[in-house]
């Protein structure tokens, strides 16, 4: 079945960019009925969605985080990628690649991967 | 950005018991309300969406209800599988958001 994988590392300096890609198997990536999502999760606190992307490249982020964000897309590789940039220690989170169906809900997530951002 | 707070934020509970989970948001959002579960570690798993559709896979001591600004996410008959943190999302508008969560604990 579809599974979602994300893959990236795990410590980033402050004000460097952080880079994660999940790579979706076992499936389809491209279809009308879904796009791809990142949602984050700093630790011991709620969820919070950065931003989404559609397989033809169409995306839409999250307005507190707009600035900083870039999510892209390569149907070649089943891949979809997370750019944030100029990270601070409030970035340091679990970051969730995930699949958005019908009603913005999330019916796939990725594993997560933790992310810190420290010197 | 539509605030989504849940009620309570922890709750204790004995396996068997019936419990229930309110979801409030700050303005009307129809049905567009999601519920997840979460385990210690683990990815959310989504439960219930667009406010009472049982997600493919799900238990049916599961259910929810509501509509405009009011929703519950209710577990008939607690299992032990079922201590576990729940969040509620409302998709209704952008940027989606999240309820803060209300952890259920064993009593």
């Known amino acids: 079945q579809l599974q979602l994988q994300e893959s990236g590392p795990g410590l980033v300096k402050p004000s460097e960019t952080l880079s994660l890609t999940c790579t979706v198997s076992?499936?389809?990536?491209?279809?009308?009925?879904?796009?791809w999502g990142w949602i984050r999760q700093p630790p011991g606190k709620g969820l919070e969605w950065i931003g989404s992307?559609?397989?033809?490249?169409?995306?839409y982020y999250s307005p507190s985080l707009k600035s900083r964000v870039t999510i892209s897309v390569d149907t070649s590789k089943n891949q979809f990628s997370l750019k944030l940039s100029s990270v601070t220690a409030a970035d340091t989170a679990v970051y969730y690649c995930?699949?958005?169906?019908?009603?913005?809900?999330?019916?796939?997530w990725g594993q997560g991967a933790l992310v810190t951002v420290s010197s | 950005d539509i605030q989504m707070t849940q009620s309570p934020s922890s709750l204790s509970a004995s396996v068997g018991d019936r419990v229930t989970i309110t979801c409030r948001a700050s303005?009307?959002?129809?049905?567009?309300l999601n519920w997840y579960q979460q385990k210690p570690g683990k990815a959310p798993k989504l439960l219930i969406y667009?406010?009472?559709n049982l997600q493919s896979g799900v238990p049916s001591r599961f259910s929810g209800s509501g509509s405009g600004t009011d929703f519950t996410l209710t577990i008939s008959s607690l299992q032990p599988e079922d201590f576990a943190t729940y969040y509620c999302?409302?998709?209704?508008?952008?940027?989606?958001?999240f309820g803060q969560g209300t952890k259920l604990e064993i009593k």
């Open positions: 995930a699949r958005v169906a019908t009603g913005d809900s999330v019916d796939l």
């Open positions: 076992g499936g389809s990536f491209i279809s009308s009925s879904y796009y």
């Open positions: 992307i559609f397989y033809s490249g169409y995306t």
């Open positions: 303005q009307g959002i129809t049905n567009y």
């Open positions: 667009a406010a009472s």
């Open positions: 999302q409302q998709s209704y508008n952008t940027p989606p958001t």
